[in-house]
């Protein structure tokens, strides 16, 4: 069974980077072909896609936040990490990481987690 689990603050300044891991269990982030990504849902609205991060460490993220994303891993303890620079309010959602192998559907979600941006 995989599991994903987010973490990070709940809660950050405008301006600030917004630094998410999410930690898997039950396979490796580097397993051919499977592919990890970031996605978030604001208050009231739909699902958003982040980026994502492949299995050999490519990534690739959505053009209407490439300038602000980076996703990073650390295959030692089998995480990977969005970073999202300048946040503003408009980034307050609830944050997921998900395991997609291809073009498939996601398979595995996290929990998803909280996070408010606020002065």
């Known amino acids: 069974q995989v599991q994903l689990q987010e973490s990070g603050p709940g809660l950050v300044k405008p301006s600030q980077t917004l630094s998410l891991t999410c930690t898997v269990s039950g396979d490796s982030i580097t397993t051919n072909y499977y592919y990890w990504s970031w996605i978030r849902q604001p208050p009231g609205k739909g699902l958003e896609w982040i980026g994502y991060i492949s299995y050999s460490g490519n990534t690739y993220y959505s053009p209407s936040l490439l300038s602000r994303t980076s996703i990073s891993r650390d295959t030692s303890k089998n995480q990977f990490t969005l970073q999202l620079s300048s946040v503003t309010p408009e980034d307050t959602a609830v944050y997921y990481c998900?395991?997609?192998?291809?073009?498939?559907?996601?398979?595995?979600w996290g929990q998803g987690t909280q996070v408010t941006v606020s002065s």
């Open positions: 998900a395991r997609a192998a291809g073009w498939a559907p996601i398979d595995y």
